[in-house]
């Protein structure tokens, strides 16, 4: 679901529906399902919530919740660094990388960002 095609009153009844669902303290599968949306409609709807609320808001969309993670790696002395190769598969979506094992807090934010 992309925020560009959605009015701001849908965006509005989403954003109400998952405050709903957080105060509720339902399991989100149940929550979904007694709404009749699928359970990866209502996590996609979760994880744009940041930046649909940001966007109401007139505020600029947090770089994380874009989805995006700016890594800071050093230059180093020219030796070479390890580096880790990860594969993703979820659903429809694949992507394999490989990432310098020293920065592997960046790594780990990238992923939960790409997965979430």
């Not at 009015?7 to 303290?25: F, M, V, Y």
């Not at 399902?33 to 940001?54: I, K, N, T």
Request: with cysteine.
């Amino acid at each position: 679901m992309r925020s560009d095609k959605l009015s701001e009153e849908r965006i509005g009844e989403i954003l109400a529906t998952l405050d709903e669902l957080k105060a509720g303290g339902v399991n989100p599968e149940v929550f979904a399902q007694s709404h009749g949306v699928s359970y990866g409609q209502l996590r996609g709807e979760m994880s744009h919530a940041p930046c649909w609320r940001a966007q109401l808001a007139g505020q600029e969309v947090p770089a994380r919740a874009r989805g995006f993670v700016q890594a800071k790696l050093s230059a180093g002395s020219g030796a070479i660094e390890a580096h880790a190769r990860i594969t993703c598969v979820a659903g429809a979506r694949q992507a394999q990388i490989d990432w310098p094992v020293a920065h592997a807090a960046e790594c780990a934010q990238w992923l939960r960002a790409w997965l979430g």
